[in-house]
């Protein structure tokens, strides 16, 4: 019986035979033993010259022979033949097997841990049978991934998928294996082989949708390049270079095979080719400079990374990022990875700043450093900017820069989501006192230096309560969502009451090490209708009792309190104590929001008997979850959280999830108010 190796081969087969079940798993979830003994093992044709087992198909040798006219091997029994006339498989529209033969192929071409050939999923698919042989030869796009893998470089058989493309678009694809700096002989055949891949293919420039290019060598740059630069692009939307960091590659720092500043020059002089469709690049280690600059006019996202030292052989210049933002006025996405440091100082004069960007809405910046952040933004114009995802990183680079006073930041006026990951306090502190915080929804704040051995004795005190909370003077006016990850919350009260009035929603705290249950309870009792109403009553009750002796002296009548108006809740700027005997009717506006979530995960001091406390159900109805991985689909909504909202953490332990039914606690509300209006009358 025909046996198949486990793989996107098995996972096509069985997503047929299982009649194109409601959800297509990934092939490592597939149960293989089901495969063997089904009629499904005779589907393909076996030859004459078949042997068992036959773990893999060697489908690129079978299907050259079968181009130099060799005819293709048939069923070897009439049993085989008979399922392969019966089986339901035979009974799909073709149009619907093309769509599964697009995704198996697409599956095996992005898993890595797959072998060379198994990668070129199409060749073994058109050999199943006449009927798939047929479909897929009559289907171009099938065809229409271009790749060279490690060592696996045969010319002929990129002939065939050339040939067979048709006029469908292109994906080109160039990995080749790990080279050491010593193995001169393997670094030349690896540029010959770039060189001759790119003649082949240089008449399907027009066509080009991607291209995944891995560099270990100057010259497979430069030939590359060269295309780019001497063709039109217009079909031609993604753009991914990268130099590898492995021990002991070749590196491109390693090779000089021509100039390159030279190169830099030509690359400034700009171009006039088309890139009307380009609209995302990944470069990893490839300088900016290295392209023309209007290439880059229609970019939507843009992911550049340099990790690490900013002293590697080529890292992202100040005035480098500074050009190419100017020639991107489309961007949406930009995401860094780099510790350089940015300033104004080391911008040319003949620049523009600031630079606007009016389509940029989320910015991600991996390895910051602490000084640099400011002094970037306040470069930029960003009016619709609603993220900034920020991981500050200031121990790659020990160089000391001559700073000035970092700059306020205003022009970030739309931001909605702050995240920021640190390795000390002060970084946090330098990030959120010069930001324009007032629109903030989200705000994520999170120590990193564990993980990255940092050795410390005691975790970081919550290291935006001085600077955020207490002097943003009305900063976080409309933060709704806060959560904390491995930070200690310190007690002093000015900050505390300061956090306490913030009109959140959602609160999340992860491996918060000082956090007590009594913590928890202060905190929800204080933004609960109990406590709020608790202490409006008892100085409306003040207030009424000091009123009536007034009144009583004055010979006047009391008369009824105006009805309330229903207005929305803001951030409160004064506590009950303070608010004056007149003012009380307009006490209800500084009202502190009350939490709709709590969720408390990996905290050493709060236990699971703690959270079932009655304590906390008094106040509202309380759910409890065990694991963030046993969320249920099939649960209703109300009492659950939505994945896509799950704390951006890997941290795996308990979670509790305190929520209230807003609905039902805003009619209690409601006719409370409106009963005690009728008691004071």
Known sequence: MLQFRAGPYTALVLVLSAGLAQRVQHPKFFPFSTLQGSKLSLVVPRGPGFTEPRPTIRYEPAEIMMEKGFPPPDASSSQGRQAVREHPILSIPGELLIKIFDFGIALAREDVTLGERERRLIFTVSQVCSTWRQLTLSTPSLWSSILYLRNDWRPNVVDIMVERSGSSRIDLMFLPPHLRRDDEHKVEEQLQIAINLVDRIRFLCPRLRSIQWEIQELGVLETLISMLQSNNHPALQCIDLRVPEHPGGCGVQNSQPYNRHQMERLMKSGSNHIYSSLSRIIFQYVPLSYFPTDMFSHLRHA?????????????????????????????????????????????????????????????????????????????????????????????????????????????LLDLRELVVRFQERENVDVITSKLYLSTLERLELAYIGKYIGISTSQYPCIPACGSVFVSSGGKLSNLTELILSDLALRKVPSEDTAFEHLPLRSLTLICCPDVLYCDLVKLIEFRSERYQRGAIDEIRSEK???????????????????????TAVVAPTVSPVSVKQGEILDYENFLPARLAQMYIRDCPLISKEQVDASAARELGTVTTHGHLQRYDATAPTHTQRSPERTPRSGFNGALLWISWDHKKEEQKRIARSKHSRKSHV
């Open 544 to 566: 009424l009792i000091a009123g009536s002796a007034v009144s009583s002296q004055a010979g006047r009548k009391i008369r009824p309190l105006p009805k309330m108006r229903r």
């Open 303 to 411: 992911q550049l990374s340099f990790p690490g030292p900013s002293l590697r052989f080529v890292s992202l210049t100040t005035p480098q990022l500074i050009l190419f933002l100017q020639n991107t006025p489309h961007l949406e996405e930009l995401e860094i990875d780099s510790n350089a440091f940015f300033g104004k100082r080391l911008v040319p004069s003949e620049l523009d700043l600031p630079v606007l960007l009016p389509c940029l809405m989320q910015s991600v910046w991996k390895g910051a450093h602490p000084d640099s952040v400011h002094n970037l933004l306040a470069l930029l114009d960003l009016p619709k900017i609603q993220l900034l995802d920020v991981t500050i990183n200031d121990h790659y680079n020990p160089v000391v820069f001559p700073i000035d006073d970092p700059p306020h930041v205003t022009s």
